[in-house]
T-cell receptor, first 115, second 114 residues
């Protein structure tokens, strides 16, 4: 069975600092995708970044990068230069088998950015 | 705005009543998903449509839950004989064809069963 584990219930960081949100996963699928979503207090899930299991390089999207360590089954999200607007819940998720199947989410990490 | 829309945004109902939620996906997205999210948890998969065909259903989807996507466009999720445990945020997401991996989520419908 596929599983996502996020062990940090809450993280606190000051503006302009970098922060790493941890995510480990478990799957027996040889091919899978890893995702990070942001959920502000408004409730909508916002896609941030994607990493395919066969991608050779770590994914980056602006201030977001994914530190993918396949052997350790970890997919940590790194946010550089935190902003107040980054305060939200962050979810790691994975999808296995073929495109179109459900996303399996972790329990999330609450990030609080202070000035 | 051409994103995923959901109605209503909030629903308060009494235990035992039936409720129906609607999701309008991004146009031309042929894949549509329903998830449920309770407080302090990540979303949990309920069901998945490809066009009008319901291809996957989670064990979470009890007999009281039914979902439809009759013309392969909008979808409805009905909960019959609601229970307090059904109180949650119900999220809808859509994605385009098989080459895409990203799911685009709507704002959700928050259900409170009293």
């Amino acid at each position: 069975a596929q599983k996502i584990t996020q062990t940090q219930p809450g993280m606190f960081v000051q503006e302009k600092e970098a922060v790493t949100l941890d995510c480990t996963y478990d799957t027996s699928d040889p091919s899978y995708g890893l995702f990070w979503y942001k959920q502000p207090s408004s409730g909508e899930m916002i896609f941030l970044i994607y990493q395919g299991s066969y991608d050779q390089q770590n994914a980056t999207e602006g201030r977001y990068s994914l530190n993918f360590q396949k052997a350790r089954k970890s997919a940590n999200l790194v946010i550089s230069a935190s902003q107040l607007g980054d305060s939200a819940m962050y979810f790691c998720a994975m999808r296995g088998r073929q495109a179109g199947t459900a996303l399996i989410f972790g329990k999330g990490t609450t990030l609080s950015v202070s000035s | 705005d051409t994103g995923v829309s959901q109605n209503p945004r909030h629903k308060i109902t009494k235990r035992g009543q039936n409720v129906t939620f609607r999701c309008d996906p991004i146009s031309e997205h042929n894949r549509l998903y329903w998830y449920r999210q309770t407080l302090g948890q990540g979303p949990e998969f309920l069901t998945y449509f490809q066009n009008e065909a319901q291809l996957e259903k989670s064990r979470l989807l009890s007999d009281r839950f039914s979902a439809e996507r009759p013309k392969g466009s909008f979808s409805t999720l009905e909960i019959q004989r609601t229970e307090q445990g059904d109180s949650a945020m119900y999220l809808c997401a859509s994605s385009p064809g098989s080459d895409s991996y990203e799911q685009y989520f709507g704002p959700g419908t928050r259900l409170t069963v009293t």
